[in-house]
C-alpha cells in the first residue's frame, strides 16, 4: 500500500531521506506540468514553473502544516508560480494576454461579459460544417482554454481535469468557494459558447459522425 | 412561463455546482426538481457534463525529463547559488549595508571636493598665520571653520575634539589629514585608517569617538613624521574637508542603524571587495 503523501513528508523531516522527496517528485511533476501547461499555454513555461515548484517545496517543506492537503499546498505553490509569470507578460505586453475578449477583463465574473469570442480567436477554428478528427477537437477545446481569463481558466484546469474539489481550488488560488463557484460557471460558460457549434448533447462532434 | 423563467434564473448559476454534485442536501434536491422538469436547464446540464468529459479526457501533458533523476544537480545548483554569495555578502541586511557604505563613500567624495574648494582661501590664510595665531586665536579661519562644520555636525561629541585637533596641528596645518590611509609604511597610520574607514562605512554609534581617538593619533603620528604631513599637505585636501566628512557619514549611519538596530564589521577579501558580515 502506498503511503500518504503527508507520510512521505513525515518520514522526509524526519530522516532527509532524498529518496522519500523524489517519490513525491514522481507523485506530482506530471501533474503540475500537465496544469501549468494548460493555463500557462507554453511548454516551456510549465517545466520552469513545475521546476521552481519543487525547489520551493524543498525549501519549504518544514513550513508544510498540513492545515491543507500536500496536493493543495503543491498546487497553490505552482499557481503562485503561474500567476507570476502570466504577470510578468501583462507588464511586458501591457495589455491581458491571456484573453482576447476586451469585455472579459471589465468583469469576469458578469454575465453580461460573456459574449462569445469565438470572432477573436487569432487562429480561428474551422467551420462547424467541416468534419474534424479527435486530435483536432482536442486542438479545439485547449485553443478554447486559452481563450478564458487566467482566472477562470485556473479554475477549470483545476476541477476538470486535475479532479479537485471546490474546496481545495478556493485553497489553491487564495479565494472563498464561492468564488470559486462563480468563476468556475462563468468559464463553461464561455467555454460552451465557444464550442457550441462543435457540440451535441454528447460532447464534441465525432469524425466518424 | 415567467415562473419557470424565474426559477430558472435562480437555479442557472447553481447548474455548475449541481453536475459538480458540491451542493448541499436541500439544494440539490431543488435543482434537482427543477431539472427534471424543465428542458432547457436539462439541456444545459448534459452541456456541462459533455464539456467536462471532454475536458478531462484532454491527453495529459508529461514533462519531457524525469526531475526526480536530475533532482540532486538541480537542488545542488540551487543551493550553490544561495550559499556562494554567504562568503561575502551574508544576508540582504549585509548588502544594504554596503550600500550604505557605498553611499557614504560617495557622500564623502562630494563634501571634500565641495569642503576643499569652500575652506581653501582659509587654510591658506590660517597657514600664512604665525603657529601661535593659528592656535591662541579665536576668529582664526582654522576655528571658525571648525566651528561651522561642528554647527552641522550630528556627532556633537567630535567638535570639541576636531577643534582642538585642529589646534594643536598649528606647526602643521596638514597634518591632522586622515588622507594618511595612503601611507603604506606606517602600522599606525594604517590602523588608525582602517579604524575610520571602518566606522564610515558601517556606522557604529562609536564613529564620533572613533573617529576623533584617530584624528588624535595621526595628529601624533604626524607630529612624529613631518615628512607625512607634507606629503598630504600637498595633496590639497584639507582638514576642514574630512571633518565635514563625519556630519554627512553619520546622518546616513544613523538612519542605517535606526533601520537595522545591529552592530556590523567589515573586512575586504582578496579581491579588495567588501565583505560584510553580522
Known sequence: MDLSDEAIVEEFRQTGDSAKFKSLVRRYQNRIYNAAFRILGSPDEAEEVTQDTFLKVHQGLSGFRKEASFASWIFRIAHNLCVDIVRTKQRRTGVKVVSFDPQSTQNEDDPQDQNSALSQIADPLPSPAQKVDLEEQQVFIEKSLMELPESQRTVVVLHDIEGFQYQEIADI??????????????????????????????GVQAASR | ??????????????????????????????????????????????????????????????????????????????????????????????????????????????????????????????????????????????????????????????????????????????????????????????????????????????????????????????????????????DGISKTSIMKERPASSELLALYEEDEGTDVGMTTDEDGLYAIKL
Open chain 2, 1 to 234: 412561463m415567467s415562473s419557470k423563467n424565474s426559477q430558472c434564473e435562480t437555479y442557472v448559476p447553481m447548474l455548475d455546482a449541481f453536475v459538480d454534485n458540491e451542493l448541499d442536501g436541500s439544494e440539490t434536491n431543488e435543482v434537482a426538481s427543477h431539472v427534471q422538469s424543465c428542458d432547457d436547464c436539462q439541456r444545459q446540464a448534459k452541456e456541462i457534463e459533455a464539456l467536462k468529459s471532454s475536458l478531462s479526457s484532454l491527453p495529459r501533458r508529461k514533462m519531457s525529463r524525469d526531475l526526480a533523476d536530475n533532482l540532486d544537480a538541480i537542488l545542488g545548483n540551487k543551493e550553490a547559488a544561495v550559499t556562494a554569495p554567504k562568503d561575502n555578502v551574508v544576508s540582504i541586511k549585509a548588502r544594504r549595508g554596503w550600500i550604505m557604505a557605498l553611499a557614504s563613500a560617495a557622500a564623502v567624495v562630494v563634501i571634500a571636493l565641495a569642503g576643499s574648494m569652500v575652506f581653501k582661501n582659509a587654510h591658506q590664510e590660517v597657514a600664512n598665520l604665525p603657529p601661535e595665531k593659528q592656535s591662541q586665536s579665536p576668529d582664526s579661519a582654522a576655528t571658525k571653520g571648525a566651528t561651522e562644520i561642528a554647527q552641522n555636525s550630528s556627532a556633537s561629541e567630535v567638535r570639541p575634539e576636531a577643534a582642538e585637533g585642529r589646534q594643536r596641528s598649528g606647526n602643521n596645518p596638514a597634518l591632522t589629514e586622515i588622507k594618511t590611509t595612503h601611507s603604506s609604511d606606517s602600522h599606525a597610520i594604517e590602523k588608525i585608517a582602517s579604524t575610520a574607514h571602518h566606522d564610515s562605512a558601517l556606522g557604529t554609534s562609536e564613529i564620533g569617538m572613533t573617529k576623533t581617538t584617530a584624528a588624535q593619533k595621526s595628529v601624533d603620528i604626524a607630529q612624529a613624521q613631518p615628512s607625512k604631513t607634507t606629503i598630504a599637505a600637498s
Open chain 1, 173 to 202: 488560488v487564495g479565494t472563498s468557494v464561492g468564488t470559486v463557484r462563480s468563476r468556475l460557471h462563468y468559464g463553461r460558460i464561455k467555454l460552451r459558447e465557444i464550442l457550441a457549434p462543435y457540440f451535441d448533447n454528447q
